[in-house]
C-alpha cells in the first residue's frame, strides 16, 4: 500500500492544425492514502485518461510531480484501461504471465483466476472471451504485479448491468484481499459510491477538483442499492454543483 | 461439417488442376508437333537423365545457395531498416525519396552496375539480387510498423515489458503478416532476377545453364529445369511458410 501525490500544474495540448492550443489540466492536486480507494468522477473529455497516463508514465509532457511511495524511483503501476488492451496471439494466461517476473509460482496466478472466476478461461485466447471476462482478465493483470497503485479507468463501461455488478463485486472481493491504492474512474456516481472511499468531481477545461467527498456508508451496507441511491440522493441536494458534472 | 467436407474436397481440387494442366499440355503438345513444345514425357526423360548425371542437382543448389544467401541478407536487413522507418518520421522523410528510387531502377540496371564496378564475383551477384529486393521489404515491412497498435505498446511500456519482450510479444506478432508477404513476393522476385544475374555473369547456376539450353534451343531441358526449381519453391511453400503461417494465425477465431 503506498501514498500518492500528484501536483499538476499545467498540461496542454499543442495548438494542431485547426484546433487552438487547450489547457487540458491546471493546479491539480489531489493525495491518495495507502490502501485507499479513490474515485474520480467528472464529464467526458474533462482529462480523466490524461491523468491517469501521466501517472503511469505514459504521458510525460506536463509540468508538476506525481510521487508515488517514497523509496520507489519507479513505481509499480497496475493499469486497468478502458479496452481491455489484452495481447490476442496470447492465451489469457500467457497475457498475465506476461507481466509477471520469471519463475512466479503458477499456484499465485491460479488464486487469481479462482478469485476472478475465470479458472475455465485461462487457456482460451481473448477473442473468443466475452466483453465482461476480457475486463477481468484485465483487472486480475493489474492486480497481478502486486502494484504501488492500481489505476481503472471506467473497466466497466458498456457492459449490460448484472454483468458490471457481476464484475464490480468481484473486483471488491480482490481488493479486500488485496488493498491496494486505487485511482478508479467512472461517470457513473452510483458506481462510484458503491466503490469508493472518497469521491473527487472534477470540472473541464481545464480538469480541476471541485469537490472532494468521503463515503461514509460502511462497505458491507453498499451491496444494498437503497443505501447506494440515499447517499446519492444527499450528496446531489448538498452539492448541487455536482449534476452539472454528471 | 460442411467446413470438413471443404477441406477434403480442397486437395482433391488441387491434385485435379495439375492433371488438367498436363492434359492440356500433352494435348497441345500432340497438336503442333513441333521440338518448341516438347510432349511432358519427353521432359520428364530429360529432367531424369539431368539428374542422374548430376548436373541439375548441382546447378539447381548453387543457384538455391545464392537464393538463401541474398534472400536471408534482404529480408533481414529490410526487416530492420522497415521497423526503423515505420518507427521514425523524420528518419523515413529523409529516406522516402532513396527509397522510391531504389524501388524503380530496373533490376537489370543494377546487375549490370554491379559487375562494372564489383567484377563479375560472386558477391556482386549477390549484392544485385539484395539490392533489388531490399527496398520491396523495406516498403512493406514499413507499411506494418506504421499500423502497430499503439494502445498494446502503451500497456507494454506501463507494464515495463523491457525492449526485448515487446517486440517479441507486441511488435512481432502484428509485423508477422507483413513479413509473410514480403517472404512470398520475395521469393518470387528473387529468383527470377537471380537467373539473370547467372545468366549475364556466373559460370554456373540455373541461369547459366538456361542461357546454354537457349543458345541450342533445347526446350525439354529448360523444361525440365524449371519444374524442378518451381517445385522447390512449392516445396518450401507448402513445407515451411503454410504451417508458419498456421501457427501464427491459431488465435484468430
Known amino acids: 500500500m503506498t501514498t500518492v501525490e500528484i501536483n499538476i500544474d499545467s498540461k496542454t495540448y499543442p495548438a494542431k492544425s485547426r484546433a487552438s492550443e487547450h489547457q487540458a489540466i491546471a493546479e491539480f492536486k489531489l493525495s491518495l492514502n495507502p490502501g485507499e480507494f479513490v474515485c474520480l468522477v467528472g464529464p467526458s473529455g474533462c482529462g480523466k485518461t490524461t491523468l491517469l497516463n501521466i501517472i503511469a508514465g505514459l504521458d510525460n509532457d506536463y509540468q508538476g510531480s506525481i510521487s508515488v511511495g517514497q523509496q520507489h524511483a519507479s513505481p509499480k503501476i497496475g493499469y486497468v484501461f478502458q479496452n481491455p488492451r489484452l495481447l490476442p496471439w496470447r492465451t489469457v494466461r500467457e497475457n498475465i504471465e506476461l507481466v509477471l517476473p520469471e519463475g512466479t509460482d503458477p499456484a499465485y496466478l491460479d488464486t487469481l483466476f479462482d478469485v476472478m472466476q475465470l479458472t475455465h478461461a485461462q487457456h482460451a485466447y481473448p477473442e473468443r472471451l466475452s466483453l465482461g471476462m476480457s475486463r477481468r482478465v484485465a483487472i486480475i493483470r493489474a492486480f497481478a504485479i502486486n502494484p504501488d497503485v492500481l489505476l481503472m479507468d471506467e473497466p466497466f463501461v458498456s457492459l449490460d448491468a448484472p454483468t458490471a455488478r457481476q464484475v464490480r463485486e468481484l473486483l471488491m472481493t480482490l481488493w479486500r484481499q488485496r488493498p491496494h491504492t486505487v485511482l478508479f474512474v467512472t461517470h457513473d456516481l452510483r458506481e462510484a459510491i458503491a466503490l469508493a472511499d472518497r469521491l473527487v468531481f472534477l470540472s473541464s477545461a481545464p480538469m480541476q477538483v471541485v469537490s472532494d467527498i468521503a463515503v461514509t456508508i460502511a462497505r458491507n451496507e453498499r451491496e444494498d442499492e437503497s443505501q447506494v441511491e440515499a447517499f446519492r440522493q444527499r450528496l446531489l441536494n448538498d452539492y448541487p454543483a455536482i449534476k452539472t458534472l454528471l | ?253
Open chain 2, 1 to 253: 461439417m460442411q467446413k470438413t467436407l471443404t477441406r477434403k474436397l480442397i486437395p482433391g481440387a488441387a491434385s485435379l488442376s495439375v492433371l488438367a494442366f498436363l492434359g492440356l499440355w500433352q494435348i497441345l503438345a500432340m497438336v503442333l508437333h513441333s521440338s518448341n513444345l516438347p510432349l511432358p514425357e519427353s521432359v520428364a526423360v530429360v529432367f531424369w537423365q539431368a539428374c542422374l548425371t548430376g548436373e541439375l542437382p548441382y546447378h539447381l543448389g548453387v543457384t538455391l545457395l545464392r537464393l538463401v544467401v541474398s534472400f536471408g541478407i534482404a529480408m533481414s536487413l529490410g526487416c530492420a531498416i522497415g521497423i526503423l522507418l515505420g518507427r521514425h518520421k523524420k528518419l523515413d522523410a529523409f529516406f522516402d525519396n532513396w527509397l522510391v528510387i531504389f524501388l524503380n531502377v530496373p533490376a537489370l540496371v543494377t546487375i549490370i552496375l554491379c559487375y562494372v564496378w564489383f567484377g563479375l564475383v560472386e558477391s556482386a551477384a549477390i549484392l544485385a539480387v539484395v539490392i533489388n529486393k531490399l527496398p520491396n521489404v523495406v516498403v512493406t515491412v514499413r507499411e506494418g510498423t506504421r499500423t502497430l497498435d499503439q494502445d498494446l505498446l502503451e500497456m507494454a511500456r506501463c507494464y515495463r515489458f523491457g525492449k526485448r519482450k515487446t517486440f517479441v510479444h507486441v511488435i512481432w506478432p502484428q509485423l508477422h503478416p507483413f513479413v509473410m508477404a514480403a517472404t512470398r513476393s520475395g521469393l518470387a522476385l528473387i529468383w527470377k532476377i537471380i537467373l539473370v544475374v547467372e545468366l549475364l555473369g556466373r559460370s554456373n547456376g540455373m541461369g547459366y545453364q538456361l542461357h546454354l539450353f537457349f543458345q541450342m534451343f533445347d526446350v525439354a531441358s529448360i523444361l525440365a529445369y524449371t519444374i524442378a526449381f518451381v517445385s522447390v519453391i512449392q516445396l518450401f511453400e507448402v513445407l515451411v511458410l503454410k504451417p508458419l503461417d498456421k501457427k501464427s494465425q491459431r488465435w484468430r477465431r
